[in-house]
C-alpha cells in the first residue's frame, strides 16, 4: 500500500474513534451575538478540554424578565457583561437540545462550581457559530446555575 493510501485509512480510522471530538476555540463563534439558552442539563461530562453540557430546552424559550438587571462577577479578563445581558437574543433554530462548552475544568473550580447535576436547570449566555450554522454548540460566556452566575472566560477578579 502507497503511503497516501495508508494516509487516507488512518485519517479515516481515527475520524471514527469516539473521542475524537472536535475543539472549538472562541474565533468560531460569532461573538457579536449572545444567545441565551436555559433547560434541564441532560448529559454532564465533567472533564478536559472543558466541561460540557448537554442542555434540553423547554418547548417555549424565553428570555428572563431579569437578565438584563442580573449581576455578574468580576472577571480578569475585560468582558463587558452587562452588553451581552443587554443585547442577549434567543437561537432561531428550533434545536431542542444543544451541547453546551463550558471552561476548562481548572476555570470552573476557581470559580468554585460545583459539577452540575443531571436534570438540574441552567442558563448560558454564550456564542455560537456565525449565522447559527453547524451543531447546535453554545459557548458559554457566563453560567447562571442555583441563582448563581459565573464568569467562564477567565478567572475570578
Known amino acids: 500500500m502507497d503511503l497516501t493510501r495508508r494516509l487516507l485509512v488512518a485519517s479515516g480510522a481515527v475520524a471514527l474513534l469516539p473521542s475524537a471530538r472536535a475543539h472549538h476555540g472562541w474565533s468560531s463563534f460569532d461573538q457579536s451575538r449572545p444567545i441565551y439558552l436555559e433547560g434541564a442539563a441532560r448529559e454532564v461530562r465533567w472533564r478536559n478540554p472543558h466541561a460540557e453540557l448537554v442542555l434540553e430546552l423547554p418547548p417555549t424559550l424565553a428570555l428572563p424578565a431579569d437578565l438584563r438587571q442580573r449581576p455578574l462577577p468580576a472577571q480578569s479578563a475585560s468582558v463587558d457583561g452587562p452588553a451581552l445581558l443587554a443585547n442577549a437574543k434567543l437561537p432561531s433554530r428550533k434545536d431542542k437540545r444543544w451541547t453546551v462548552e463550558l471552561a476548562p475544568l481548572t476555570r470552573m473550580q476557581a470559580w468554585q462550581i460545583e459539577p452540575i447535576k443531571r436534570d438540574a436547570n441552567v442558563g448560558v449566555l454564550g456564542f455560537t457559530f456565525y449565522e447559527e450554522k453547524g451543531d447546535p454548540v453554545l459557548r458559554a460566556?457566563?453560567?447562571?446555575?442555583?441563582?448563581?452566575?459565573?464568569?467562564?472566560?477567565?478567572s475570578p477578579a
Open 141 to 154: 460566556e457566563y453560567l447562571f446555575v442555583d441563582g448563581k452566575a459565573y464568569g467562564l472566560r477567565s
